[in-house]
């Protein structure tokens, strides 16, 4: 049973993850997600059901358009399959729990967040406004401690960043200080600082990897909700066990 719903969850996973993809590179622009159908960038051929299943499309056709074989961007299978990879940790992590249901709904979050961020440096409100209200709903029918943990975290994620945002003027945006707020509201508040130091230390690593390889500038803005939302998904998934970890540690 267990190897059959965790296979289901996969499955499901991919499928979202191949519309997560639309969502994030079409919403910021303004497109609707259903219209037009998926098109080849190149050829305009219209995409089949064959060259749409999430993953094995782009591995059978090698990465390239069945009709012109012009090569399509490997970011489409890397986020259905991150996003498939994610529903299953949520589900190994929790079961069938309602924590893995916030989990599942906070990594399509993180997920569409993230390619649109990558795309076009915003976060999209529209994105936000969707998912705010599940997850707080969520949030509040599943909580594991008491209602100020996680209003603490809200008001800890989206004023850490807001107080970045005016210090900086610019790095960090408004979709940034909305989306960290959501993502401490579902943390709690010791997820929530928690999630910080991780997307810091992501940013900071990934960062000094892509100015050493020069694929970026040093002065060019790298945009930081991705490693929000990845810190975010980490601090939900194991934020309890590396705070209790690390205050035995010092104590
Ligand atoms: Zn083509």
Not at 24 to 35: A, D, I, M
Request: hydrophobic share 55%.
């Amino acid at each position: 049973m267990m190897i059959f719903l965790s296979i289901y969850v996969t499955v499901v996973g991919l499928l979202f993850g191949s519309f997560f993809n639309v969502v994030g590179l079409r919403v910021p622009v303004g497109e609707s997600v259903v219209h037009p159908p998926s098109r080849c960038g190149n050829c305009q051929t219209r995409l089949g059901a064959k060259d749409m299943v999430p993953v094995f499309s782009y591995l059978f056709s090698r990465g390239k358009c069945r009709h012109c074989g012009v090569k399509f961007s490997a970011v489409y299978p890397l986020f259905e399959a991150a996003t498939g990879i994610l529903f299953l940790w949520m589900f190994l992590r929790f079961g069938l729990t309602g924590a893995a249901a916030i989990g599942i709904v906070l990594s399509s979050l993180c997920v569409i967040v993230t390619v649109a961020d990558l795309k076009y440096m915003l976060i999209p409100n529209k994105v936000l406004l969707f998912f705010a209200p599940i997850l707080i709903v969520l949030r509040f029918v599943f909580m594991e401690q008491a209602w100020w943990h996680y209003g603490l975290g809200g008001l800890f994620g989206g004023g850490l960043i807001l107080l970045i945002v005016l210090l900086t003027k610019g790095g960090m945006g408004m979709g940034d200080v909305k989306l960290f707020a959501l993502c401490g509201l579902v943390l709690g508040i010791g997820p929530a600082v928690l999630a910080f130091i991780l997307a810091c230390a992501f940013g900071t690593i990934v960062g000094m990897i892509l100015i050493g390889l020069k694929v970026v500038q040093r002065k060019q803005p790298i945009p930081f909700g991705p490693w929000l939302a990845l810190g975010s998904c980490i601090a939900y998934l194991y934020g309890t066990q590396i705070i209790s970890g690390y205050l035995s540690l010092i104590g």
